[in-house]
């Protein structure tokens, strides 16, 4: 239960308006987490009486600015005292979401160990010690979609049938989750992400979803002000700097995110999307160059260097011939496109559009190229057709991106 404590105080304090929590194990991860300031506590049982002080330092300076306590009285639980502790630091912190300590023990024990089987079996045990934590019932979502998707249907509706009861914060999280996961529209994983804002404008989480939607949107504008605002708050999520680079090749500004990714172009999740604003900015040698260092960054189990050769070769060279890569379940689209059956490839990205919330920008410009196939002009200038990061897991993403490029003239 060591974790209690911070867990319980961080997802107290996450309605804050002038405070963004987050656990650091030590000093180090407070400086590597560019915190401001640092809360420490020391909770004592006095007499059966639990006793909480704290100490608020300054992160630079090492000053003590605030030093408080807050006890229970006798019978009282941790979460108690560390709810009436949280309120003393900023009056506008929450209640955490559940009062039951088997609950909470569960769930810290989930959140402490790495075993992603055996988080999902002490979350479930917490959600079991209570329904309508809200809190547990979202990561143990998150956790099934990892380890146990094929249960996912059953506990959506199952935390679902208790959404009314979570507390505000989670029951606002547990609608951005399920837009997710179902494959919303954008426009309602949008909504859904600025519901969180307005009890938790420092919601991380929410800020990227927001800032992402507003990218594919055609925001920009929006979409770099909601990222840059997640990055302040967690500059060290590699992860924000690549949706903020993916939004602004999204956005035609190839220099930007370029500048954005340079200092991660050592991280393998970076590189494809440095090649890629390299090449569309016109530098095509240096995508070269860039996309080959690749090769040597990915993992093992990555599909084989001379895949991701003649993929690269593909989408530098503009080519309009599939590799004969193993099939996927985009190749029917693709086989109907490059057949010319343009009626049935239209179908079919529309389709795919509509199960992934128009968030997947293949089947944007595959649409449009076949509702032009189509002769139907007017109905693709519709479409809004974005630059994109390839896809490499799908072996015939350089048509996708080829006509893309055509429709854009880049």
Aim: proline share 5%; glycine share 6%; no cysteine.
């Amino acid at each position: 239960m060591r974790l209690a404590l911070p867990l319980v105080l961080q997802e107290d304090l996450a309605t804050s308006r002038d405070t963004a929590p987050f656990f650091a194990s030590d000093g180090s991860g407070a400086y590597e987490g560019r915190a401001t300031e640092m809360l420490r506590t020391v909770l004592e049982n006095r007499s059966g009486r639990l006793q909480l002080a704290a100490t608020i330092t300054d992160a630079q300076t090492q000053k003590n600015e605030r030093v408080m306590d807050a006890g229970a009285d006798s019978g009282a639980d941790v979460i108690v005292v560390a709810n009436r502790l949280a309120k003393g630091i900023d009056p506008r912190a929450s209640d955490f979401p559940t009062k039951n300590l088997q609950a909470l023990k569960s769930f810290t024990l989930g959140a402490a160990t790495q075993d992603l089987s055996q988080r999902l079996r002490l979350l479930n045990e917490a959600v079991g010690a209570d329904n309508n934590f809200g809190l547990a019932q979202i990561a143990l979502i998150e956790t099934a979609a990892q380890v146990a998707p094929q249960d996912l249907p059953a506990l959506v509706a199952a935390g679902t049938a208790h959404h009314d009861q979570f507390a505000p914060l989670e029951r606002a999280r547990w609608n951005t989750l399920v837009a997710r996961y179902s494959h919303a529209s954008l426009p309602r994983q949008a909504d859904a992400a600025a519901a969180v804002l307005k009890i938790a404008p420092n919601n991380v989480e929410a800020l990227g979803t927001l800032g992402v939607s507003r990218f594919l949107q055609g925001n920009s504008a929006e979409g770099e002000r909601f990222l840059r605002q997640a990055i302040a708050l967690s500059p060290a999520n590699a992860n924000l700097q690549l949706q903020l680079a993916n939004g602004f090749i999204e956005s035609k500004k190839f220099n930007d995110a370029i500048t954005v990714l340079k200092p991660l172009s050592n991280s393998a999740a970076a590189v494809p999307a440095l090649a890629t604003a390299n090449l569309l900015q016109g530098n095509t040698k240096e995508a070269s160059t860039i996309f080959q260092n690749l090769i040597g960054l990915l993992p093992a189990d990555r599909p084989p260097a001379n895949f991701l050769r003649s993929q690269w070769e593909a989408i530098s060279a503009r080519s309009a011939q599939p590799l004969h890569m193993p099939a996927t379940p985009l190749t029917p689209g693709y086989s109907a496109f490059l057949g010319g059956r343009f009626e049935e490839a239209a179908q079919f990205w529309r389709k795919v559009i509509q199960q992934t919330g128009d968030t997947d920008l293949r089947a944007r410009a595959m649409l449009a190229a076949s509702l032009n196939g189509m002769g139907r002009t007017a109905d693709a200038s519709g479409i809004l057709v974005m630059p994109f990061v390839p896809d490499f897991s799908d072996g015939d993403v350089a048509i996708a991106f080829n006509q893309m490029r055509q429709i854009l003239r880049l």
